[in-house]
């Protein structure tokens, strides 16, 4: 864990002024983009670790085992890997990951055996898989996933022994569910769920 930790760590403190030039991206790496891409937001899970790039695209690496990379498959990478573009937002949990595109759809892959990806089941998944429209923020704990929707109401679905989605029992969901409205803000822990009205 204190490796992963490190390693999420050197990733933010590489990224944060890099940029990538062209001579060092592949064809299918360069997208049509400018010659110079710098990073513009990082996320990383337990093991895995993704970029938004200033062009939008996302790149991924680490640990696969339960597709959280969404490269279709659930091969590991030791280097970055593009993913998609459109990506504005990227938020990773231990096992699964959840990615905010431009036009605020929310998608997600990995890990679901909580239904925490909120797709009406409870199968894992290798790629990205849209889960709502109209997204503002994506929070999410260990495997429990709550969403801050464009106006304002919270939507919250996945593991639920610790009470962490606010609903009157301790049940787990495999679908977004109503939680509440006017909320401003929302921030996950491991078992719970903070917000801000």
């Known amino acids: 864990m204190a490796r992963n930790m490190w390693l999420c760590l050197v990733l933010c403190f590489i990224f944060s002024g890099c940029s990538v030039s062209k001579e060092d991206q592949s064809p299918q790496e360069d997208h049509g983009q400018s010659p110079t891409v710098k990073v513009r937001?990082?996320?990383?899970?337990?093991?895995?670790?993704?970029?938004?790039?200033?062009?939008?695209?996302l790149w991924a690496t680490g640990d696969n085992v339960w597709g959280q990379l969404g490269t279709g498959d659930t091969s590991s990478r030791n280097l970055l890997t593009w993913i998609t573009n459109e990506a504005k937002a990227v938020v990773c949990s231990i096992s699964y990951t959840l990615v905010i595109k431009n036009d605020d759809s929310l998608w997600?892959?990995?890990?679901?055996?909580?239904?925490?990806?909120?797709l009406g089941n409870y199968y894992d998944q290798n790629?990205?898989?849209?889960?709502?429209?109209?997204?503002?923020?994506?929070?999410?704990?260990y495997a429990h996933t709550i969403v801050l929707m464009k106006d304002g109401s919270l939507w919250g679905t996945g593991y639920n022994s610790h009470g962490q989605?606010?609903?009157?029992?301790?049940?787990?969901?495999?679908?977004?569910?109503?939680?509440?409205?006017?909320?401003?803000?929302?921030?996950?822990?491991?078992?719970?769920?903070?917000?801000?009205?």
Do not use: P, W
């Not at 892959?109 to 909120?118: A, D, F, K, P, V």
């Open 41 to 57: 937001t990082i996320g990383c899970g337990n093991a895995h670790s993704f970029v938004i790039k200033s062009d939008s695209s």
């Open 127 to 141: 790629s990205l898989q849209r889960i709502s429209n109209n997204v503002e923020k994506v929070a999410c704990g």
């Open 108 to 118: 997600g892959t990995g890990y679901n055996g909580y239904g925490q990806l909120g």
């Open 165 to 197: 989605l606010g609903i009157s029992n301790i049940n787990y969901t495999n679908m977004l569910i109503l939680l509440t409205n006017d909320v401003q803000d929302v921030a996950c822990g491991k078992n719970s769920t903070m917000i801000l009205m």
